[in-house]
């Protein structure tokens, strides 16, 4: 049985309403979990360049609509939620398409709008199969495909629900659950998608991790002393 079948099925809530997490959480996670626990642990925020222009460009989608175009219907601003996931959120846009093979049966397919050019990262997908595995919880039945809408360059990129995707987002789902339970701050790491990120000065990875490799230097260190000695 496949992820998507066995997520039909399940029919007893794993988490309560209270405890129920945001999934737009997800997104931050995949992209730095040091970065996910400043913002939802320490409480942690700071606006740049980038987060300024996501929120500008999601002010159409996430006003609540819906609307009848030919046979499809666009819904936005859409409530979502999964207890087997612990997720809550809102779908920037979910189109109701009427299955052209039966004439009959209408398929949801989410659609995530993200600042930027046509390209594909994890992160994205993931929040996007999240709000698919939602839609499946609600209305009891598949969702196979969806679509990222990239704003700058004003394209679609179709993801396909497959069940490496949704392992993954599963896998993040818990991870994100394990985190806010923790309260626990992971290690700062420096990668090159620092530069670009609004916590930096607040971070500090190069800094942190500098500290690390001289910890774990200086532990090497004693520990051959040690060894030595005995």
């Known amino acids: 049985m496949c992820l998507q079948e066995s997520t039909l099925l399940q029919n007893s809530p794993q988490y309560a309403d209270d405890e129920l997490l945001p999934l737009h959480y997800l997104n931050d996670l995949l992209f730095c979990e040091r970065r996910f626990a400043l913002h939802s642990v320490e409480q942690i925020w700071y606006d740049n360049r980038y987060t300024t222009e996501g929120i500008y460009a999601h002010r159409r989608v996430d006003q609540t609509a819906n609307l009848k175009r030919g046979d499809t219907r666009r819904v936005t601003g859409m409530l979502l939620a999964s207890y087997s996931l612990g997720l809550i959120g809102k779908a920037d846009l979910v189109e ?30 993931v929040q996007l199969c999240a709000q698919a595995m939602c839609l499946e919880e609600m209305l009891k039945q598949p969702v196979s495909l969806g679509a990222i809408f990239h704003i700058n360059s004003k394209q679609r990129r179709e993801v396909v629900f497959d069940d490496r995707l949704r392992q993954l ?22 990668k090159s998608r620092c530069k670009g990120c609004s916590l930096l000065e607040t971070c500090m990875p190069r800094v942190w991790g500098e500290q690390k490799a001289a910890t774990e230097y200086l532990s090497g260190l004693l520990f051959a002393s040690r060894n030595e000695q005995g």
């Not at 039966?102 to 992160?123: E, I, L, T």
């Not at 987002?169 to 420096?190: G, K, N, S, Y």
Request: positive net charge; charged residues 35%; aromatic residues 12%.
């Open 169 to 190: 987002t599963t896998d993040a789902a818990a991870r994100l659950h394990e985190i806010f339970r923790t309260q626990v701050t992971p290690q700062a790491v420096w």
């Open 96 to 125: 109701f398409r009427t299955d052209d093979s039966s004439g009959a049966s209408v398929q949801p397919y989410p659609v995530d709008f993200k600042r930027g050019k046509k390209r594909r990262w994890d992160n994205d997908d």
